[in-house]
């Protein structure tokens, strides 16, 4: 296991270097984010061809590509047109001088260290002895198709809300976003855990905990929630309607 590692490590510092060449050349590192689920097809593909093929991992492949190739596609057609998104605006000015070495290893490398980490479930899937699909894996691709129904109905949600919306700082409160501030990343949390699920009854499976966990972190900490709730703090619209509704887990709002 610790080869194939290795390999995708390798494999995937090539990525980061290609991404950051052409976020260069497009003098926009949002390029990233369309890279994020790309990247997983990327790892994907390269343990479809090197490793014998079973049922378990050919479900975790298809599960993660679909995801992967779902996102990006979505993400390629929302910045469409569109200028640089605010968070690497943001880091463009405060980076100054050091905005090229720093875009390098913070954006373009520290994102492949983390597709690294989210990868350790297809490796599990992709090494595991045992061809046959246990009951507990069931479970799982329930829990990610859960997962899913939120990322991709909340996604649609917000773009003809977008779209349609009367002023500039309208808040999306219908739909899914009415139970829950970010339904798609609550949607996303969830499909992964679904994934843990699925190669946890395998050997090692129980490694693979460590993905739906940076997912959670990342989301709930760190990227996701705190740096875009950051950007409607002066929305009065947005902070009523953060009194009244979850913030992760759905949930009926409060009156």
């Not at 590509?65 to 390629?76: D, F, M, N």
């Not at 773009?159 to 899914?176: A, W, Y």
């Not at 699920?197 to 739906?212: A, D, T």
């Not at 709930?220 to 740096?227: A, C, H, K, N, T």
Request: proline share 4%; net charge positive.
């Amino acid at each position: 296991m610790l080869d194939t590692i290795i390999y995708i490590a390798l494999l995937l510092f090539c990525y980061a270097c290609i991404g950051f060449v052409v976020g260069m050349l497009l003098k926009r590192n949002d390029v990233a984010d369309i890279g994020w689920g790309l990247g997983f097809i990327l790892i994907c593909a390269y343990v479809w061809i090197t490793q014998p093929i079973t049922p378990l991992s050919a479900l975790v492949y298809v599960l993660v590509t679909l995801w992967g190739l779902r996102l990006s596609l979505h993400i390629a057609l929302r910045s469409r047109g569109k200028a640089e998104d605010f968070r690497y605006r943001q880091w463009r000015e405060a980076w100054g001088r050091w905005f090229v070495l720093r875009s390098f290893l913070q954006v373009y490398v520290l994102q492949c260290c983390f597709m690294l980490i989210m990868s350790v479930p297809i490796i599990i899937a992709a090494k595991a002895s045992y061809s046959h699909i246990y009951p507990l894996s069931f479970a799982g691709v329930l829990l990610w198709l859960i997962g899913f129904f939120f990322e991709v109905v909340g996604d649609y949600q917000l773009s003809i809300f977008i779209k349609h919306k009367s002023r500039k700082d309208e808040v999306i409160q219908t739909g899914l976003w009415r139970y829950t501030r970010h339904p798609n990343y609550f949607g996303e949390v969830t499909l992964w855990w679904g994934v843990f699920f699925i190669v946890l009854p395998v050997q090692y499976g129980i490694w693979g905990i460590i993905s739906p966990i940076t997912i959670t972190y990342l989301l709930l900490y760190v990227s996701g929630i705190p740096m875009l709730e950051a950007k409607y703090t002066n929305n009065q619209e947005f902070q009523a309607y953060k009194k009244r509704t979850s913030a992760f887990l759905p949930w009926w709002p409060s009156a």
